[in-house]
Each structure stands twice: as C-alpha cells, then as structure tokens.
C-alpha cells in the first residue's frame, strides 16, 4: 500500500482521519496505521444513530499484531457505517483507506472541534509518521 495522506482531510495523532463535506464528517484510520498494524481479522463500530464524543473510543481495530481503541476525531451522531468493511476488516488492508475503506460518516456537532493544536494537516502528520518508521 502506497503511504499517501490526501491533503483534504485532517489527522490525529492517534492516526485516525476526518474529511468533512458540509455537515458530515467521514472518518477512517490512515494508510500508515494500516500498515503497522498488519493483517487486519477484526473490526467493532459504534450503530447507527450511536453519539461518539471528541477523543473517547468509537470502536476497536484488531490484527494479528495488537487490538487497538479508536479515537473519535469530533463529537457528533453516527449517521452511517461502512458495512463493507465491518463483514470483511481484512479489506482495509487492500482498498484505499480514504475512498472504499472509511469507516464512520458523522453529522458533526461542533466543526470547530478540528481547529485544535491535536489536529495535523497532510503535511504535520506526514512529518509525524516519517519520523515513527
């Protein structure tokens, strides 16, 4: 998997992603987390209509390396669940993490959320996982 960080979105340190269209923001994890996790055999996600708080869990990652919590990246309401991914997690370590592999679309509560110094640009966040390889 290539390690690309479209410029679009924003990153938290813990390797989650936002990209917001209006109102809602689709959240996944990042092609570089993807890939230190390795072999990806189980995913959980909040449900639909499921509230999700700034920095709190909405769900877990596990691989054959480690089961990881992750982070919300905003505080809003669950509108809809990448079903795809949740039957076949597997999947995220062969789709685009960005496009085909989202995991979470959220009706955001406070979009200001993202302005803070725990939120990186494409750039930022390149430069934070450069210096982790």
Not at 60 to 89: F, M, Q, Y
Not at 106 to 126: C, I, M, N, T, W
Request: charged share 35%.
């Amino acid at each position: 998997m290539t390690l690309e960080f479209p410029d679009d979105l924003k990153y938290l340190e813990t390797h989650e992603y936002v990209r917001m269209d209006g109102e809602i923001a689709t959240i996944g994890i990042s092609a570089f987390a993807i890939e230190q996790l390795g072999d990806i055999v189980f995913l959980e996600l909040p449900e639909e209509g499921d509230q999700i708080e700034k920095e709190g869990s909405c769900g877990s990652i596990e691989s054959v390396k480690a089961v990881e919590d992750l982070k919300a990246p905003i505080t809003g309401t669950v509108v809809e669940r990448n079903e795809e991914i949740l039957e076949s997690p597997e999947r995220l370590s062969e789709e685009d993490p960005y496009i085909e592999g989202w995991l979470l679309k959220v009706r955001v509560k406070d979009p200001d959320e993202l302005e803070g110094d725990d939120v990186f640009s494409a750039d930022q966040y390149r430069e934070m996982v450069e210096g982790e390889e």
